[in-house]
């Protein structure tokens, strides 16, 4: 898989390519130093996978993640950072990024990005624990305003509590090919990527 790496620490940057690439399973086209530049480089390279550091000097790399989703919202941006910071977390989560992960949990990166590279989400268990307590807030989701309707409002509480489609189909007495439907049909209509986007959107909601 063809990568970038953006981290504004020169240093860590070289050696997550060195570790990377030492896997056998990893290119890393170029590196980047600052959010300015981990968008000149994804126009560039169009990699498989932005591996990239959220706080850095001047421009963050939240802020050169939302830049980059707005023009190519297919982009697979995995954060890797030091920081455990709740405010970083729900704004990774919010942008329909396909990761978080932290530094000091190396011998995850290659697993991570080979999981993004299979088009799911991979967050470290330590952001994943912390998801429900994060996102919950006192006001009510008005389903109504979405057109969203019990069924519906069904899927959306058990892809909030981590289910698979095949899992939901189980509770609910459903086919694996009517969920998928189902969850097709709620995205479009509260205008979200994915079901990482729609559980964050229930527990910000909550």
């Not at 389903?143 to 969203?148: G, H, P, Q, S, V």
């Not at 892809?159 to 479009?188: H, P, W």
């Amino acid at each position: 898989m063809n990568i970038v790496v953006v981290d504004d620490d020169n240093l860590v940057a070289i050696s997550l390519k060195t570790i990377l690439e030492a896997s056998g399973e990893v290119t890393v086209l170029d590196i980047g130093n600052s959010g300015e530049q981990a968008i000149n480089l994804y126009e560039k390279h169009k990699p498989d996978i932005l591996l990239m550091d959220i706080r850095m000097g001047g421009m963050t790399g939240i802020e050169a993640g939302e830049i980059i989703l707005k023009k190519y919202s297919d982009a697979k941006i995995l954060y890797l950072t030091t920081f455990s910071d709740d405010e970083y977390i729900v704004k990774a989560l919010r942008l329909g990024t396909k990761g978080y992960i932290l530094k000091q949990n190396f011998e995850c990166i290659v697993p991570a990005l080979r999981t993004v590279m299979e088009g799911q989400t991979v967050f470290g268990d330590d952001v994943i624990n912390r998801l429900p307590s994060l996102m919950q807030k006192q006001s009510g989701i008005d389903y109504e305003k979405y057109d969203i309707n019990e069924k519906e409002k069904e899927i959306i509480e058990l892809i909030a509590e981590g289910l698979s489609n095949k899992e939901i189909a189980a509770e609910l007495f459903l086919s694996e090919g009517t969920v998928r439907n189902y969850l097709s049909s709620i995205l479009e209509k509260l205008e979200l990527r994915d079901r990482t986007q729609l559980a964050v959107f229930y527990y910000n909601n909550k």
